[in-house]
């Protein structure tokens, strides 16, 4: 019997993604896989129950049925919703040994991570990657990036009272909007670029100078700051600095954004409360009208007046602070995922069951209930055991 994958609905409130587009399930299948679908897992990111089985899953209607015959989960944001009821029900359902794989958010919910260590499920949180050479194909978290830095700055465009690019009429020229960047990863510079073809003119800050070039090259201006710079991690993240930095870069920040139009925050410590970047004060020296889109918002922000989930009007100010940014694009948001996932999926697994390597980076650092492993291995369900 081949390894039976499960892709189930995604109960996340306002998470419209899915974690197999019936393309992925097709190729996945065509590899020697088994895969079922909970009816209407792609619905709202517009793949119906026929693409599916047109591409050789099956589809079920019972939930708790489908997490029970699976050797391998895949999801988007987790099991259940955000409520603990959700969670614990389907946690239960999942049988012991198998494996759950998705971005399961193991800094803010370790009691979650607790459960299913308990279970003995094996758990891959894929915000955990490790960003080298070799996992490039299975990482999430550039994929979503690059669709929250554009969407972000669609969501500046639509807020701001001011047009985004130079225009020349008959009624005088209009100049073009000053946007700033704060952070220059993935979403950043996808922000820079989105800006930029909107004919904005954009600046960019990151703690990093060795982003510069990167900044530079999108046509935007690299803003940088006298003193001490932050390094990154091996993985490409910026390393968390001290208190008495962070206040010197608000101070400098604060001047900064007293002469754009729209500022666009994307600064965030892998496992950490995201650094705040633009205090009260700061955002009362803005212009009247400007805007300010949050895309920390899910970490505490890096806007202090930020408030998750909603748009606020502060000192004449907008500030957005947007929650499930990815989800707004779900239909290229879902494709770039399931290619994501798919590829993880044969790093981890072959048609026969999976292959669990002790001392692969890539399974290692994704998996956060290694307490399973024994688990695993001494499950009835045939597996293929490698490594020590």
Known sequence: MSLQVAVPRELRPGEARVALVPDAVAQVVDAGFAVAVERDAGARSFADDDAYRAGGATVIDDRAALLREANVVLTVRGLGARDDESFTRDAASVRRGAAVVGLLDPFDFEDRIRTLAGCGILAFALERMPRVTRAQSMDVLSSMSTITGYQAVLLAARTSPRMFPLLMTAAGTLSAARVLVLGAGVAGLQAIATARRLGAVVQAYDVRPVVREQVESLG???????????????????TEQSEAFYARERDMLAGALRDVDVAITTALVLGRRAPTL???????????????????????????????????????????????????????????????????????????????????????????????????????????????
Request: proline share 5%.
């Open 278 to 388: 633009i205090t009260a004060a700061a955002v009362a020296g803005m212009r009247p009208g400007s805007v300010i889109v949050d895309l920390a918002a899910e970490r505490g922000g890096n806007c202090e007046l930020s408030e998750p989930g909603a748009t606020v009007v502060r000192h004449g100010v907008s500030i957005a602070a947007p929650l499930e940014v990815a989800s707004a694009a779900p239909v290229h948001a879902s494709q770039m995922y399931a290619r994501n996932v798919s590829a993880f999926l044969g790093h981890i697994a072959t048609p026969d069951g999976l292959t669990l390597d002790r001392q692969d980076q890539i399974f290692r650092e994704t998996l956060v209930t290694p307490t399973a492993l024994d688990v695993q291995e001494s499950t009835a369900d045939a597996v293929a055991v490698t490594g020590t």
């Open 220 to 238: 935007a201006t690299f803003v940088s700051f006298d003193g001490e710079h932050a390094g990154e991690t091996a993985g490409g993240y910026a």
